[in-house]
């Protein structure tokens, strides 16, 4: 026998798959330096290629289309920068006056909360002690971990560019080596499944970034309806936020909320930002979304938020920004593969047919694991017959189940 065609055990297959998916990960975990810019790169460069193909249409030359597209990413990224941190300054000069009413407001649930529970506000105030000595014996670790954090942005914000660029100039060279590296798969298939993931990161960028847009006018009119200075600023900030989804605009209503409980003289003011902040992730999440980006991103919620956990502890707030276009790559590449469909179809959304009542009788039928039921019909007989002869019962039968065995006239009569 040949040993080339020995199967090896199932438990050692997957020890083998589990390790390999444990350095994969340990490699981009030490690696993450140079591959968290990378990955942003080539989100980048995805949604900057109609602007590159525009001006190449222009003839203006392959490098200097690519140089001019990075330029206007730069200019718009920029832009927002600078917006944010101009209305964060202004914000910073009535600090003062803001801090005053923090403090009112403070004392008032102060003395609320010694009135309905009782609790003493010297408990509270050792409690507040004792949690900011905690917080300072910190301060030295706190420091060094942000400045290591505004070392990797200083270091992002120059190699980003630069690889946005070489990925666009690049782009027709990086094909070809997708069709060198797969030479046993048919090339038209190759060609197709990187088309494929083309369009679905694009689809997920630009509409994210016309759902941004959109939210950050809606959060505005809210808040301005509300009466809350700054509207455009916060209005914006919890759009932005939604680069982390599903908790980005409840994140970013926080801010807003805290902001009105200082500057307004009722809570109800903080209360309607939040629940106008709900309402907008409501209309974004089951309206806006759907019909902007549509089907073409199709990850489950549970895998979703499965991998922004996983994405996080891997590389932090980076990690959290990239998972779903990366998961959404990575369905793709799987529903390519024959061997992984399965992982991609447990990425993607249910069908409506796994949401019905009845979907695991149905399930079970499609497999083969029962059969189909057989439908009750009238049966025309002679009046001598019985009421049980008359129908046809609908019942289910495993599709393994052994037939009724004969009777022993029956095989004498088979025999003659």
Request: glycine share 6%.
């Amino acid at each position: 026998m040949d040993n080339s065609q020995q199967k090896y055990p199932y438990s050692f297959s997957l020890a083998s798959t589990l390790v390999a998916t444990a350095m994969i990960l340990l490699f981009v975990y030490a690696t993450q330096g140079v591959l968290i810019p990378l990955l942003f790169s080539i989100l980048i460069s995805i949604s900057l290629y109609p602007i590159t193909h525009f001006f190449e249409k222009l003839r203006v030359g392959r490098a200097t289309a690519a140089i001019l597209s990075v330029i206007v990413a730069i200019a718009i990224i920029w832009s927002l920068g600078w917006f944010i941190v101009h209305q964060s300054i202004i914000i910073g000069k009535d600090a003062t006056a803001i801090t005053a009413k923090v403090i009112s407001v403070f004392e008032r649930a102060q003395s609320w909360i010694e009135q309905s529970f009782g609790i003493e506000r010297t408990a509270m105030m050792d409690q507040i002690e004792e949690q900011g000595s905690k917080l300072f014996s910190n301060v030295g670790s706190m420091a060094t971990a942000t400045f290591g954090s505004i070392g990797n942005m200083l270091a992002s914000a120059i190699l980003v560019p630069l690889f946005s660029f070489f990925l666009l100039y690049y782009r027709v060279f990086f094909r070809e080596f997708f069709f060198k590296a797969f030479r046993s798969v048919p090339q038209a298939k190759v060609n197709d499944t990187l088309n494929k993931i083309y369009t679905v990161v694009q689809s997920y960028l630009l509409g994210l970034i016309t759902v941004m847009g959109i939210v950050a006018v809606l959060n505005t009119i809210g808040l301005m309806v509300l009466g809350i200075d700054y509207a455009w600023f916060f209005g914006t900030l919890a759009a932005l936020l939604m680069l982390l989804p599903y908790i980005g605009i409840a994140i970013g209503s926080i801010l807003p909320a805290l902001f009105a409980l200082a500057v307004k003289d009722s809570a109800w003011y903080a209360i309607g930002v939040i629940a106008w902040f709900q309402v907008v992730q409501f209309l974004e999440g089951n309206i806006i979304t759907p019909n902007i980006v549509g089907g073409k991103v199709s990850i489950n919620p549970l895998m979703a938020m499965i991998t922004m956990i996983l994405g996080g502890m891997l590389f932090g707030l980076s990690g959290l920004i990239l998972a779903l276009p990366l998961t959404a790559t990575i369905k793709v590449i799987f529903d390519a593969v024959p061997s992984m469909n399965a992982f991609g179809f447990l990425i993607g959304e249910p069908e409506k047919e796994h949401l019905k009542i009845n979907a695991t009788q149905e399930l079970l039928m499609k497999w083969g694991i029962v059969r189909k039921p057989r439908m009750k019909k009238k049966v025309k007989v002679d009046g001598d017959a019985t009421p049980h002869e008359l129908t046809t019962e609908n019942k289910y039968k495993e599709a393994n189940e052994s037939k009724p065995p004969r009777n022993a006239g029956d095989d004498l009569k088979n025999e003659k």
